[in-house]
């Protein structure tokens, strides 16, 4: 992840410096515009997704003081700092704001990385469920052979004993035939 750490300080020391009205309004014009330049630098030199980057990136700006004024500063045509940095897709982040960020971006990564996972044990499960459906049809033709050789065991089993009967009944089962 992309988190550029260098930001340009000398016009926001002369904006702090600045003793008059007109120093003040010239430095925050000249702060404005190197935060408008750095912030367009950040996006040209880290965001490039066609390269395996992600699609924004960091700006670490050191100082809750100019941090602030980044936030809240707006541009010489008015426009808000962050609103354009935004539209840039850079993220400026301040020191006591920096690890909540990477807090954020660590826990949208695990989530997408579940996802991912979550996406290959549903294909797997697929599968899974494919071969179980072919197991509990070939089951199931098992089971009716089975019962269908178990109904013409029965019936054989009746019909022995029917012969049986007939032959103890004509007295020839334990006699043995003579032939002339």
Avoid at 87 to 106: D, E, G, H, M, R
Wanted: with cysteine; net charge negative; hydrophobic share 35%.
């Amino acid at each position: 992840m992309p988190v550029d750490s260098k930001f340009p300080l000398e016009n926001f020391r002369r904006l702090i410096d600045a003793l008059t009205d007109e120093e003040r309004r010239a430095a925050s014009k000249r702060f404005s515009s190197d935060c408008r330049r750095h912030i367009d630098s950040i996006a040209s030199a880290y965001i490039r997704p066609s390269e395996g980057t992600l699609d924004f990136a960091l700006m670490y700006v050191p100082s809750e003081s100019v941090y602030y004024e980044l936030i809240t500063g707006r541009d010489e045509a008015g426009a808000a700092l962050s609103e354009y940095a935004v539209s840039k897709k850079v993220v400026p982040v301040s020191p006591n704001s920096f690890y909540a960020y990477l807090q954020t971006i660590a826990m949208g990564l695990r989530g997408m990385e579940i996802e991912a996972r979550a996406g290959e044990m549903l294909a797997h499960l697929s599968g899974l469920k494919g071969e179980f459906e072919k197991f509990s049809a070939d089951l199931e033709t098992l089971g009716r052979h089975l019962s269908f050789a178990r109904s013409k065991y029965d019936e054989l089993e009746r019909k022995a004993g029917l012969l049986s009967e007939r032959l103890d009944w004509s007295g020839l089962r334990d006699r043995e035939l003579r032939q002339p």
